[in-house]
Antibody, heavy 123, light 108 residues
Framework: EVQLLESGGGLVHPGGSLRLSCAASGFTFSSYAVSWVRQAPGKGLEWVSGISASGDGTYYADSVKGRFTISRDNSKNMLFLQMNSLRAVDTAVYYC????????????????WGQGTLVTVSS | SYVLTQPPSVSVAPGQTARITCGGNTIGSKSVCWYLQRPGQAPVLVVYDDSDRPSGIPERFSGSNSGNTATLTISRVEAGDEADYYCQVWDSSSDHTVFGGGTKLTVL
């Protein structure tokens, strides 16, 4: 059974930093592209960042480019999101999501999601 | 950046057919997927590649995509289908994944 377990969320002041982690199990992690998707309270889904299966390709939403960094450790089946210069508008539940099909770049259809970790940016 | 437009809400009686639209410039040239999300839960993929269903998704869920509109059709709607529905595409021109704003399906 595929499992994605996010951690690292919490309360942070504006301008602060936070590192999210996602522990993956139940599939060959190194064969799949994965992404972070967030959802602000009462709002819709927003794709944040994606990374290719090998980690060579990284992609970011305009709203986070230059502030967030996605990475992965395929030896440990882990996905990360380093978030710097956090703003109130970054407050959201952050989900780790796995691509439907194996492949280096993926197709960005997310067939498995974690339960999310809440990030609150507030003074 | 590419924009996907969904109606905020759709209402349907049990047993009837619900159609949720997703508008985008020449969206018919892109591959669309759909998710449902129940309150407090993570999204669930229900349609990908415009009209394919992942294993475990009932045949009542179907999709189509042409021109400037993609449509998710839910036949024989049940109370358990009540959820928020999101469309999504990969925009190759920007290397971005884009979600629609979401549609709340209410089963009357």
């Amino acid at each position: 059974e595929v499992q994605l377990l996010e951690s690292g969320g919490g309360l942070v002041h504006p301008g602060g930093s936070l590192r999210l982690s996602c522990a993956a199990s139940g599939f060959t992690f190194s064969s799949y592209a994965v992404s972070w998707v967030r959802q602000a309270p009462g709002k819709g889904l927003e794709w944040v960042s994606g990374i290719s299966a090998s980690g060579d390709g990284t992609y970011y939403a305009d709203s986070v480019k230059g502030r967030f960094t996605i990475s992965r450790d395929n030896s440990k089946n882990m996905l990360f999101l380093q978030m710097n210069s956090l703003r109130a508008v970054d407050t959201a539940v952050y989900y780790c999501a796995k691509d439907l099909a194996a492949g280096e770049e993926g197709n960005y259809y997310f067939d498995s999601w974690g339960q999310g970790t809440l990030v609150t940016v507030s003074s | 950046s590419y924009v996907l437009t969904q109606p905020p809400s759709v209402s349907v009686a049990p047993g009837q057919t619900a159609r949720i639209t997703c508008g985008g410039n020449t969206i018919g040239s892109k591959s669309v997927c759909w998710y449902l999300q129940r309150p407090g839960q993570a999204p669930v993929l229900v349609v990908y590649d415009d009209s394919d269903r992942p294993s475990g998704i009932p045949e009542r869920f179907s999709g189509s995509n042409s021109g400037n509109t993609a449509t998710l059709t839910i036949s024989r709607v049940e109370a358990g289908d009540e959820a928020d529905y999101y469309c999504q595409v990969w925009d190759s021109s920007s290397d971005h994944t884009v979600f629609g704003g979401g549609t709340k399906l209410t089963v009357l």
